[in-house]
């Protein structure tokens, strides 16, 4: 994913707040996504958020968009073991198919 | 009642060998792609394709070719297989621009 970029390794304990970044680099992106990969498993889409929106609040996840700075940020409340997965951010191309690109993921690690 | 299936779940392999991969969605969706995870976890889109269009990931060898027999089903095959072809392979469908949905992967291994 080198045009989404993500850091590689986040480390929280259990009860505590967990903020995932990412970077972008195309500003035509439409869709900014969230997806969870546990172990062995295929890929959950968590939430997404609309480019001309700033926030959006789901249950224990919010998102922040900042779309000047092509900065996009997944904050999980609560932070559980289950939560244990690779979280990836992607943006959607509207004219190339909406075609995903991913960034490299970040791997979350919760301790209880 | 799986929403997007993919066969089979592991697939191993010798180099120079074709092989395939099938992948079915139920969703009623129109569009369906292929992406491949590497070792190191990154997600690459290969193929994009609903009845109208294909757009393929110039970056995708033209060993692998996308063969769509009706609207649900998406099948990848793969010519001359060689080493660095092993990865898991994910299947994923949507209806509108911003719902892709994942299948479980293909963990090809080629020897």
């Known amino acids: 994913g080198e045009d989404v970029e993500q850091s590689l390794f986040l480390s929280v304990r259990e009860g505590d707040s967990s903020v995932i970044n990412c970077t972008y680099t195309?500003?035509?992106?439409?869709?900014l996504y969230w997806y969870k990969q546990e172990p062995g498993a295929g890929l959950q889409l968590l939430t997404y958020?609309?480019?001309?929106?700033d926030m959006k609040q789901d249950q224990r996840l919010t998102v922040l968009l900042n779309k000047k700075d092509k900065h996009l940020s997944l904050r999980i409340a609560d932070t559980q073991t289950g939560d244990s997965a690779i979280y990836f951010c992607?943006?959607?191309?509207?004219?190339?198919?909406?075609?995903?690109?991913f960034g490299g993921g970040t791997r979350l690690m919760v301790k209880p | 009642d799986t929403a997007v299936s993919q066969t089979p779940k592991y697939l191993v392999t010798q180099m120079g060998n074709d092989k395939s991969i099938k992948c079915e969605q139920n969703?009623?969706?129109?569009?369906m792609y292929w992406y491949k995870q590497d070792s190191k976890k990154f997600l690459k889109i290969m193929f994009s394709?609903?009845?109208?269009?294909?757009?393929i990931n110039e970056t995708v060898p033209n060993r692998f070719s996308p063969k769509s027999p009706d609207k649900a089903h998406l099948n990848l095959h793969i010519n001359s297989l060689e080493l660095g072809d092993s990865a898991v392979y994910f299947c994923?469908?949507?209806?509108?621009?911003?719902?892709?949905?994942f299948g479980p992967g293909t963990r090809l291994t080629v020897t």
């Open positions: 994923a469908s949507s209806r509108t621009a911003y719902e892709q949905y």
């Open positions: 195309d500003s035509s992106s439409t869709y």
């Open positions: 958020i609309f480019s001309n929106m």
């Open positions: 992607a943006e959607s191309i509207p004219n190339a198919g909406n075609m995903l690109t």
């Open positions: 969703l009623g969706h129109d569009t």
């Open positions: 394709y609903n009845n109208k269009e294909l757009i």
